[in-house]
């Protein structure tokens, strides 16, 4: 895991993604989940692209239930982006580099 990734449970997500400073990146999923990991080191490597101008985390679907239930997470990974915290936007599925930076990049 990048240290530019947190890995955020249910009891820190208010914390981390609701009131954080910035624009936040959360990716809900898992580590049965062959798509989740397809994406992970495009997100790494996004994280260190972005720098401080967006905050990436991570919540396991299968040890935070809550949130994914609250977001109506349904299929994985499902990338909600975070603004002042409201959704401003979502992707179902792996993405590709170029399609995740283009979601970002009209976001924040």
Same mark, same amino acid.
């Given at each position: 895991? $990048?240290?530019?990734?947190?890995?955020?449970?249910?009891? #820190? +997500? #208010?914390? #981390?993604? &609701?009131?954080?400073? /910035?624009?936040?990146?959360?990716? +809900?999923?898992?580590?049965?989940? /062959?798509?989740?990991?397809?994406?992970?080191?495009? =997100?790494?490597? =996004?994280? /260190?692209?972005?720098?401080?101008? =967006?905050?990436?985390?991570?919540?396991?679907?299968?040890?935070?239930?809550?949130?994914?239930?609250?977001?109506?997470?349904?299929?994985?990974?499902?990338?909600? =982006? +975070?603004?002042? /915290?409201?959704?401003?936007?979502?992707?179902?599925?792996?993405?590709?580099?170029?399609? &995740?930076? #283009? +979601?970002?990049? $009209?976001?924040?």
């Amino acid at each position: 895991m $990048s240290a530019n990734i947190v890995n955020v449970t249910d009891a #820190e +997500f #208010e914390a #981390e993604v &609701l009131k954080a400073d /910035g624009p936040v990146l959360v990716d +809900f999923w898992a580590q049965w989940c /062959g798509p989740c990991k397809m994406i992970a080191p495009v =997100l790494e490597d =996004l994280a /260190g692209h972005y720098g401080e101008q =967006l905050k990436i985390v991570k919540v396991d679907v299968d040890a935070n239930k809550e949130a994914a239930a609250k977001y109506n997470v349904r299929g994985i990974p499902t990338l909600l =982006l +975070f603004k002042g /915290g409201n959704v401003e936007g979502t992707k179902v599925g792996a993405l590709s580099r170029a399609q &995740l930076t #283009e +979601f970002i990049d $009209s976001q924040i």
